[in-house]
């Protein structure tokens, strides 16, 4: 989708002329007659504010319908609730940590039976899949070594055996990658991230392929009741505004810092997929209309959680903290914040080594941001000279 429609698709409002959708703050909605309204009868059911976030989410993804929740675990766990005991996933082995233990720690002891795989190598799927898998689970690109999937081979093996393919699209925003185009059924996102995208808020949001699907997913948003506040709906209609040209000067700054961080002496590994030398670099460049993300994983060649502190406390423009997709760069050091939680044997597997760090490249200059993270590299050198002496 254009800016141009994106930022057209956002309605204004027929009541009054109002450019901006306006925040609906009510629970409950007058009728005429028992029965009998104007389409709105409980703030839980539905509201005209987070409708119109709806509707324009549905024409970012190309999809039937969507559906905003309070955070994207809530949109996460509407979905898993459309399954029942018995039923199994195959999913993304470095799924994210929230939807990890969400999984495990809710949805296994109900009866769910889920096997993680890595989906990167389409033949893995095939070989994990049964007569009683439901959802094949992805993350393309992942968290934090943004291993890229393929989604379109994967869809084609969820087909053949009646499953769905459900995407978590929240890196590549829908600016840059586009699943139910590719075969996928279902696709979340956390809007917290790139499509809320100044840090303000957390949301979450489905999108479905069929109307099938929509009314699963809509019974269980009224049933269950996770939905998103009028305020936040209205705050996250305010982001999409602007998602195309954020994410695009965040591709932009990720790939200039990526290249910077390849040149580094003291960096090890550089993880981001629009560098030739990353291993999913060619399925990347065709699934994601060219467009690589904002986001970025390097190792030090001091592979200590110490020289990583050092590093993660001395930048100036990348803040320390969780999350990611704002216009403000931030910085994290997954070991110890986003995968604590994860067992170090567990991390290593994944390429999650003591070193690592995370970036998310805001829309500062990236002149700034290289020079930002080359001071933090002389902190790094110069403490390491202390000890030495
Ligand atoms: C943050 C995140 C989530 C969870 O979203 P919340 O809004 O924090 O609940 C899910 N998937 C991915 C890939 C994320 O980055």
Known sequence: MSATKIIHSIPSDPLTGSISVPVYQTSTFIQDAPGVNKGYDYARSNNPTRKALEDVVA??????????????????DAVLKTLKSGDEIVAVDDIYGGAYRLFTHVYEKLGLNIKYVDTTIVENVANAVSSKTKFIWIESPTNPTLKVSDIKAIANIAKSINALLVVDNTFASPIAQQPLALGADIVIHSGTKYIGGHSDLVAGLVVTKTQELSEQIKFIQNASGGILGPWDCFLTIRGIETLDIRYRKQC?????????????????NVYFPGLTAHKNH????????????????????????????????????????????????????????????????????????????????????????????????????????????
Do not use: W
């Not at 990348?318 to 067992?343: N, R, W």
């Open 252 to 268: 932009e700054n990720a790939q200039k810092v990526a290249e910077f961080l390849l040149k580094c002496d003291q960096v090890d």
């Open 282 to 389: 060619e399925i990347a460049k065709r699934q994601q209309n060219g467009l690589f993300g904002g986001i970025i994983s390097f190792t030090l060649k001091d592979d200590t959680v110490a020289a990583a502190n050092v590093f993660v406390t001395n930048t100036n423009y990348f803040k320390l903290a969780e999350s990611l997709g704002g216009v403000k760069s931030l910085l994290c050091h997954p070991p110890q914040m986003t995968h604590a939680s994860v067992p170090r044997e567990k991390r290593l597997q994944t390429g999650i080594k003591d070193s690592l760090i995370r970036l998310s490249c805001g829309i500062e200059e990236a002149e700034d941001l290289i020079k930002d993270l080359e001071s933090a590299f002389k902190r790094v050198a110069s403490k390491k000279l202390v000890q030495a002496i």
């Open 59 to 76: 024409g970012l993804e190309g999809g039937h319908a969507a559906f905003a929740f309070a955070t994207g675990l809530a949109a996460i």
